[in-house]
T-cell receptor, first 115, second 107 residues
């Protein structure tokens, strides 16, 4: 059982380049999330999708776009990468939008460096 | 004021001691609270959840919630070096995390 799978695990970009982080879960969860983690900042919510077909902004959505492709997949796109977007990105999923259990299942993370 | 605040630490305790981690939150209507543990270079994992005022115990871990004072804490009894990690407090509603407290348990 793979759980939440993120690709790529590592990526180096130049300022202005674009890229997409892919996330897929095989737990039949309804909700999916993208967080970024910077030293001393904890986890900050970028975007989330409470259910297939819906997406909403989190705390730090600027510079990002998302697509909930189907129930399994939720991608995060950086259209024009900036050094401030250097971070570790985590995708997570939860069964019911977290309203009952609040248990998020995380992927292994994607370490992005923007030069 | 940040929505969820934790002492960033690091918090250092000797092996066998009680480690006390604290978290305060600003939204009075928050109903669900969670503690995640994150080992260095790894992803967070849920260790405790608490919804009602009072204490909830699970093995060596005890979560304490005081909604009137808007704080939630995590106690780790008989701390072990394997407990050394960053502990993240999370509050439901907007799935907001605190900045995390780094715990170091010294043998």
């Amino acid at each position: 059982n793979a759980g939440v799978t993120q690709t790529p695990k590592f990526q180096v970009l130049k300022t202005g380049q674009s890229m997409t982080l892919q996330c897929a879960q095989d737990m039949n969860h309804n909700s999916m999330y993208w967080y970024r983690q910077d030293p001393g900042m904890g986890l900050r919510l970028i975007y989330y999708s409470a259910s297939e077909g819906t997406t909403d902004k989190g705390e730090v959505p600027n510079g990002y776009n998302v697509s909930r492709l189907n129930k399994r997949e939720f991608s995060l796109r950086l259209e024009s990468a900036a050094p401030s977007q250097t971070s570790v990105y985590f995708c997570a999923s939860s069964e019911s939008g977290g309203r009952i259990t609040g248990e998020l299942f995380f992927g292994e993370g994607s370490r992005l460096t923007v030069l | 004021q940040k929505e969820v605040e934790q002492n960033s630490g690091p918090l250092s305790v000797p092996e066998g001691a009680i480690a006390s981690l604290n978290c305060t939150y600003s939204d009075r209507v928050s109903q669900s609270f969670f503690w995640y543990r994150q080992y260095s270079g790894k992803s967070p994992e849920l260790i405790m959840s608490i919804y009602s005022n009072g204490d909830k115990e699970d093995g060596r871990f005890t979560a304490q919630l005081n909604k009137a004072s808007q704080y939630v804490s995590l106690l780790i009894r008989d701390s072990q070096p394997s407990d050394s990690a960053t502990y993240l407090c999370a509050v439901r509603g907007k799935l907001i995390f605190g900045q995390g407290t780094e715990l170091s348990v010294k043998p």
